[in-house]
């Protein structure tokens, strides 16, 4: 288990509960008791929410964005919404000249080395009917916003994002037609 936030604020807690779960992720609060017993004597003794190693980046994408951390943008004239952070490298017309320069085709695989926030998988997968579109990137928080992404796009069923070191990659199984990176 991984300590995703802390917080004495019965409202925000109840909140991001009910929004993890919404997103499909499990979470526990710790700490009830000691903090209902020392708030008569204004102790501060906030209740922690943890959650599943392996659910910390997504769950993280849904507080980062509760908090207002996550911009909600558009690409290819709103055909394609990103989430990004507010802070920090930004999308802008690279990933989309990147996405229009790859000839995939119906059926094709599609690996993007370095995916990012995913604005060009998702800008491809607007753009073509490939079969399958992976994205690679070594940072979970920018892989947890691209597979939300691909969620809020529509696309999760033949976009998805991966955390990995592109230097250590496995061989895949079924190769790939197309390779891009930026």
Do not use: C
């Not at 004597?41 to 997504?58: K, S």
């Not at 994408?61 to 909600?72: F, Y």
């Not at 599609?110 to 998988?121: I, R």
């Not at 607007?126 to 691209?146: E, F, H, S």
């Amino acid at each position: 288990m991984r300590e995703l936030t802390r917080s004495n604020d019965a409202v925000f807690l109840s909140w991001i509960s009910a929004s993890l779960s919404e997103a499909g992720i499990s979470a526990v609060t710790l700490d009830g008791f000691s903090s209902g017993l020392l708030q008569p004597l204004n102790v501060t003794a906030g209740q922690r929410i943890m959650v599943a190693d392996e659910d910390y980046w997504n769950a993280w994408a849904v507080l980062a964005d509760a908090e207002g951390l996550i911009s909600e943008d558009e690409i290819l004239g709103a055909r394609v919404s990103i989430l990004q952070p507010k802070s920090g490298f930004r999308a802008a017309i690279d990933p989309v000249l990147l996405a229009a320069s790859v000839p995939a085709e119906a059926g094709e695989r599609v690996l993007e080395l370095g995916s990012g926030t995913g604005a060009a998988a998702l800008a491809l997968a607007a753009r073509t009917k490939a079969r399958l579109i992976d994205g690679v990137d070594l940072q979970p928080n920018l892989v947890a916003l691209a597979n939300r992404s691909a969620l809020l796009n529509g696309v999760s069923d033949r976009v998805r994002f991966h955390v990995g070191d592109i230097l250590a990659l496995p061989a895949p199984a079924v190769p790939y037609d197309h390779v891009m990176a930026n």
